[in-house]
């Protein structure tokens, strides 16, 4: 059964405000009249807060079993309403991608955690949702969120189709969808109320053509999940490796339900290329790593190399040392040497223990500081097109380094690193050695030049 995640911030009578997560059967209610105690989260309080669930209504509208209590804080439950911002967050939090559901959550609990759940004089609440990594389920809860719970902003979308399912929604509605994960270009141009913290396989891409041109490497196979972002990583790399003078041998696409990359990099073992470019999403990177070293391919002198997905920070210190010198480039790092990643690191690790953040959780933190900084900006007016216009030309220092928010094409402007895999003190991690600065997508950029 799919669940839902309800994140819910409980007014405690002190200066803090308790956040509750309740898990729900989607469709399913409460007895009837129930009254639940949960203890306080609060680090100020040892008190306990009461959290009312109503009854049924009955055929003819009334309400049944409500105690005389419970009708006496309909009222300030009423009031406190009004000064609340809900956020609903849909997220794969189940299925193949659920690595990213996950990531980004967390890092959404931890922003608030560290930052208050006050933005703009307003409450901000959070009500996750579970889409499972399917497009109609997406649409269908964003659907619920802005008809049932009066949401005031949509986020999270940890693919592209999920993404796009929602976009039409999002302009009807005229609601903020802050894209957190889905990576293809044009994703920011379904609708006018798409705002992206994530990045652009472009963006990410670009560089690394220019990487291995810089390397030597004349002839290179891409290797990409079918279907959006690795069609704009495929796309990127050909363009710019053969503007270059390199040679793309071959382009392979694998499906992207139930990959099996054996076949294609078997492929390239026939091929025989100076490298491997390859794109997968979050998540699917150890995969890669092991058939590509089941295949003998680490020591046939084929270098393999691609964008952050793949030695993706969530995974890699599992991945072995098997990937040590393995080179990318991404916007972000668990790495990053700045003070600002260093408090969120070590926030994450905290609050998530055995756990260390990727660039999904970035996405994520940085889609909640969107989404306080415009509530700051319009004192807390939660209007669809106000938060969107507060949104564009946003710029803050991120735990990934500077970024900014493209009034024009409301995307994400950040710097793209050059990395390598490193063991430090017995861990492995993608250190950084050099940055294309202030990197705007490549495919609004070119048309807006013509």
């Known amino acids: 059964m799919r669940r839902d995640f309800r994140r819910r911030v409980v007014p405690t009578g002190y200066d803090a405000a308790v956040t509750v997560l309740d898990e729900d059967p989607v469709g ?32 003819r509208g009334a309400l ?30 189940t299925g193949p991608s659920a690595s990213t559901g996950r990531q980004i959550s967390q890092a959404v609990a931890l922003y608030q955690a560290m930052n208050g759940t006050k933005a703009g004089g307003k409450t901000v609440e959070v009500i996750v949702k579970d889409d499972t990594g399917v497009a109609d389920v997406t649409k269908r809860l964003a659907q619920e969120l802005i008809v049932n719970d009066k949401v005031s902003v949509l986020a999270g979308f940890g693919l592209t189709p999920l993404a796009l399912a929602t976009a039409p929604i999002s302009t009807q509605a005229k609601v903020p969808q802050v894209v957190m994960a889905a990576a293809t270009a044009t994703i920011t141009e379904a609708s006018p109320y798409i705002v992206r913290t994530s990045f652009t396989l472009p963006q990410a891409t670009v560089p690394a053509a220019d990487l291995a041109t810089k390397n030597g490497w004349k002839k290179v196979i891409t290797l990409v999940s079918d279907y959006g972002p690795g069609i704009d990583a495929e796309k990127a790399f050909g363009a710019q490796f053969t503007a270059n003078g390199g040679t793309v041998a071959a382009a392979l696409r694998v499906p992207l339900k139930n990959p099996d990359f054996a076949p294609f990099l078997q492929r390239v073992a026939d091929e025989k290329p100076d490298a491997l470019f390859v794109f997968v999403p979050s998540g699917f990177g ?5 058939q590509f070293v089941e295949r003998g391919l680490d020591k046939s002198g084929v270098k393999l190399f691609g964008t952050g997905d793949l030695p993706d920070d969530d995974q890699l210190d599992g991945m072995g040392d098997v990937v040590i010198g393995l080179i990318s480039t991404h916007h972000y790092s668990a790495a990053h040497p700045s003070p600002e990643n260093k408090a969120f690191v070590d926030a994450y690790v905290k609050a ?50 500077p970024m900014s928010i493209d009034p024009e094409t409301r995307d994400v ?26 990197v705007k997508d490549p495919v609004k950029a070119a048309k807006m030049k013509k």
């Open 28 to 59: 399913g209610s409460p007895p009837a009249g129930t009254i639940r105690r949960i203890p306080s989260q609060g680090p100020e309080t040892n008190s306990r807060e009461t959290i009312m669930t109503f009854s049924k209504t009955t055929r």
């Open 64 to 93: 049944t079993g409500i105690s005389v209590a419970a009708l006496a804080l309909i009222t300030p439950f009423a009031a406190y309403a009004e000064d609340v911002v809900k956020v609903g967050l849909i997220l794969p939090m």
């Open 286 to 290: 150890a995969l890669v790593i092991k």
């Open 352 to 401: 998530n223990p055995g756990q260390r953040p990727n660039f999904m959780a970035v996405g994520g933190y940085d889609g909640m500081a969107a989404i306080y900084k415009a509530l700051e900006k319009t004192k807390g007016d939660a209007d669809g097109t106000k938060l969107v216009e507060a949104m564009k030309g946003l710029a803050w220092v991120s735990p990934r380094g």
């Open 413 to 438: 402007i950040q710097n793209i690193y050059v990395r390598k895999v490193e063991k430090v003190d017995g861990h492995l991690w993608n250190i950084e050695s050099e940055a294309f600065e202030k």
